[in-house]
């Protein structure tokens, strides 16, 4: 979808269409394991030093949202030719995330 096209809808649809073409799949237990099988680096190990939350969830994302969610400061792990976010929230919708939120607005 052009970003045209993103501009014209409200911030919440536009929100719900990030989540929905650029939040793939929910990735807690691989990011796990690859961290314990030292395919990532030790410096995403519990507790992050750049932030004072804890990371709830792992999700696959796409690389513009990474670059996205990077900017905004949240916890992106680029290894292995993937990009997992450190999701801070649990419990709503991705789309209903603040960060998604403020995504969504600019």
């Given at each position: 979808m052009s970003?045209?096209k ?7 649809t ?23 099988a ?9 507790p ?5 939350e804890?990371?709830f969830?792992?999700?696959?994302v ?16 680029d ?27 600019e």
């Amino acid at each position: 979808m052009s970003n045209v096209k993103l501009k014209n809808m409200d911030r919440q649809t536009r929100a719900k269409r990030i989540a929905d073409l650029h939040v793939f799949y929910g990735q807690n237990e691989v990011v796990g394991e690859l961290i314990r099988a030292g395919k990532i680096d030790e410096e995403y190990t519990y507790p992050f030093v750049d932030t004072e939350e804890e990371i709830f969830e792992w999700w696959l994302v796409s690389p513009y949202l990474a670059r996205e969610l990077k900017e905004q400061g949240e916890v992106i792990i680029d290894a292995l030719g993937c990009h997992w976010w450190g999701r801070t929230t649990s419990g709503q919708a991705i789309y209903m995330d603040g960060v998604i939120q403020k995504i969504a607005g600019e």
